[in-house]
């Protein structure tokens, strides 16, 4: 009877252990950064997670909460540009957030996902005029120290 109990209890622990130690791996190959509070939209919150894709690709996807309307800014802006610093020291411009507020909410919210063949080792936001700008401009909303993957 105990030996039936058993063999029961590792026919069903077994699988569940496998299940978990698949899901901690998938989970493990995240990272997940805060941006640093902001000077400008001080009650802007959020993150950035960055993954390898089965391409070796990273996908990088930003939320964020509280964030101001850019034409509230002073001065006033048009738009916010998301940009990452590589690991070769280069900063590109690697698209715009969007934003919208939130279901029976005032709430602003902003989000991104992009992918990316360069490692970013930093990112950051900025408000700019021209969504294909080049350079990142001075107002700088939201940051993130260096991290490493």
């Known amino acids: 009877m105990k030996a ?27 990272t997940s950064v805060s941006f640093l509070s902001s000077s400008v939209v001080p009650a802007a919150r959020g993150s950035v997670k960055i993954k390898r894709d089965n391409n070796k690709n990273y996908v990088i ?17 048009v738009t ?11 900063t590109k411009n ?3 957030l969007n934003s919208s507020k939130g279901f029976m909410s005032k709430q602003l919210k902003g989000s991104f996902k992009t992918v ?8 950051f936001i900025t408000a700019e005029d021209d969504a294909a700008v080049q350079y990142p401009g001075t107002q700088v909303i939201l940051s993130t120290d260096k991290f490493q993957l």
Not at 61 to 77: V, Y
Not at 80 to 90: A, C, E, G, S
């Open 116 to 123: 990316s063949s360069d490692k970013p080792v930093k990112v």
């Open 94 to 96: 690697i698209g715009q």
């Open 4 to 30: 039936t109990r058993l063999n029961n209890l590792k026919k069903n622990i077994f699988p569940g252990i496998f299940i978990l130690m698949i899901l901690f791996s998938l989970i493990s190959c995240t």
């Open 80 to 90: 916010y540009i998301v940009w990452m610093i590589t690991d070769r020291d280069l």
């Open 61 to 77: 996807q930003i939320s964020l909460t509280d964030l101001a309307e850019a034409s509230r800014l002073q001065p006033s802006k």
